[in-house]
């Protein structure tokens, strides 16, 4: 089996940072691209950013100056770095990760998700 455990969510005034980490453990061979997601009451859930395991990062542009994500394959970790947070940005964040167990080909595997609330 494959876990995703995202930390670093809560409470943060408007203007102010957080920094998710997202960790994957269990049994597999390779993680291929890793990224974040957001869910705001409401609506569908929205690609924050990814990043390929080579280091080649996409963000969606609600958040592009605001947000750096950045991993650490050696730990199989995906971070997002998130500043001068809006109340917008209010969601459930979801860490995914593209798998590698058996074979040649990958599956996507999600995180529990991680609260991040902005008060105005």
């Known amino acids: 089996q494959v876990q995703l455990v995202e930390s670093g969510g809560g409470l943060v005034q408007a203007g102010g940072s957080l920094r998710l980490s997202c960790a994957a453990s269990?049994?597999?061979?390779?993680?291929?691209?890793m990224g974040w997601y957001r869910q705001a009451p409401g609506k569908q859930r929205e690609l924050v950013a990814t990043i390929t395991r080579g280091g080649s990062t996409n963000y969606a542009d609600s958040v592009k100056d605001r947000c750096t994500i950045s991993r650490d394959n050696a730990k199989n970790t995906v971070y997002l770095q998130m500043y001068s947070l809006k109340p917008e940005d209010t969601a459930v964040y979801y860490c995914?990760?593209?798998?590698?167990?058996?074979?040649?080909?990958?599956?996507?595997?999600w995180g529990q998700g991680t609260q991040v609330t902005v008060s105005s």
């Open positions: 995914k990760a593209e798998v590698r167990r058996f074979g040649v080909s990958f599956t996507d595997y």
């Open positions: 269990g049994s597999f061979f390779s993680i291929n691209a």
